[in-house]
């Protein structure tokens, strides 16, 4: 009898021995384990992006240790799939990156923008890059579809890259495209310096712009009426992004909906962060994040992120020229939609050239117009799939 339990005991513990997660695990387990420990660390000790990249290395974290947290419905016994599958679930129908353009709509001054339009000109010289990394993409193999999902990327815009993945039916690459737009959002103070100031002369870094001009509380009223009117007339398609995020910025700026406003800015934003960043984070298990097509992806999205960059620092070197010196061609690195770290990062560079240089608001016009650009980017390449 003795002998039976000791038995019985040896085999519940080697039972639960074996269903720990040290008998279950890859090597690329532990490589992506690696990794969520080197992104919390970038996020929690160095700063960049926190909002973002905590939830999302938190996700690559559990799923790499339990995989079943992102178990497709159909694959589960008992029909019930894992926690963050019903959270990814959100992303594939373009609900959370819909949310999230609400929020940003609600947390962001467009008077910057209204104040000098010609901003919305470097806002589309750095979508230059998106157009670039879709030709790339086909070149090395991927369809056109896919290389569509994957050139949004270059607008480091993670809800855009995710929607369009969703509409595109690409979701089979939705998991590296929204790591890599977030990763690329989060890494802009540590890319995008180094491209500025080759690109840049000293003298140009140091030139101070004019200050902006008030922008009348009508103007900011009728601006997200004008902009939505006349860009989903031209492209239906991207009522979803330009919608909400307008919708967000009248909450903002009407005076009349102040409760409306404060939660798209503040408790509705965040739990589509927490939704969206751990579903995103999930979707990097090492089977489906170690392969070739996705190393090609990040690749292909920090080319289409470089390129942006440098289309719009350029473009900004044009416009100093023609204004005779007037612009800051750093402020044309704003382009790109990472809302508001390009446009941190064109002051800090220009800081850096002249300690009395402020060029965060001018900054700022590029960088909410690279937002609405990034989302036209992505309703032209609807358009041209007939979505």
């Known amino acids: 009898m003795h002998g039976v339990n000791m038995d019985y005991v040896l085999n519940t513990l080697n039972h639960l021995l074996h269903q720990t997660a040290f008998f279950n695990l890859s090597w690329g387990n532990y490589v992506m384990i690696l990794v969520a420990c080197i992104f919390l660390y970038l996020a929690i000790r160095k700063g960049y992006e926190p909002l973002l990249l905590v939830p999302i290395a938190f996700g690559m974290l559990l799923v790499n240790m339990y995989p079943d947290i992102m178990l497709k419905i159909e694959d589960a016994e008992n029909g019930v799939g894992g926690l963050f599958r019903y959270f990814f679930l959100l992303d594939e129908w373009s609900i959370l990156p819909s949310l999230i353009f609400l929020g940003v709509g609600a947390m962001t001054d467009f008077g910057p923008l209204i104040?000098?339009?010609k901003s919305f000109l470097l806002g589309a010289a750095a979508q230059i890059g998106i157009f670039a990394a879709y030709l790339m993409a086909i070149i090395v193999g991927f369809n056109d579809k896919a290389a569509a999902a994957i050139s949004i990327i270059g607008g480091a815009d993670g809800p855009t890259s995710i929607f369009l993945c969703g509409k595109l039916g690409q979701t089979e690459y939705m998991g590296p495209i929204a790591v890599a737009a977030y990763s690329y959002m989060s890494l802009v103070p540590i890319i995008q310096p180094p491209i500025m100031k080759l690109l840049t002369t000293k003298k140009e870094r140091e030139i101070k712009m004019e200050q902006l001009r008030p922008v009348t509380k009508l103007e900011k009223i009728l601006f997200p009426i004008i902009v939505t009117i006349v860009v989903v007339l031209i492209l239906p398609s991207t009522a979803p992004l330009i919608g909400m995020l307008m919708l967000g910025n009248l909450f903002k700026e009407c005076g009349v909906?102040?409760?409306?406003?404060?939660?798209?800015?503040?408790?509705?934003?965040?739990?589509?962060?927490?939704?969206?960043?751990?579903s995103v984070g999930a979707t990097t298990s090492a089977e489906e994040f170690l392969k070739k097509e996705t190393l090609l992806i990040v690749f292909l999205g920090l080319v289409a992120f470089a390129v942006g960059t440098a289309a719009g620092v350029l473009f900004g070197k044009i416009m100093c020229k023609l204004t005779g010196g007037k612009v800051n061609p750093l402020i044309g690195s704003a382009g790109v939609s990472a809302v508001p770290m390009a446009a941190r990062v064109s002051q800090k560079v220009g800081a850096e050239a002249d300690p009395t240089n402020f060029l965060l608001m001018h900054a700022m016009g590029p960088n909410v117009a690279g937002v609405i650009g990034t989302a036209v980017a992505a309703g032209v390449f609807m358009a041209i799939f007939g979505i």
């Open 115 to 117: 104040a000098n339009p």
């Open 257 to 278: 909906v102040n409760q409306l406003a404060e939660t798209a800015s503040n408790a509705l934003m965040y739990i589509v962060v927490i939704l969206l960043g751990t």
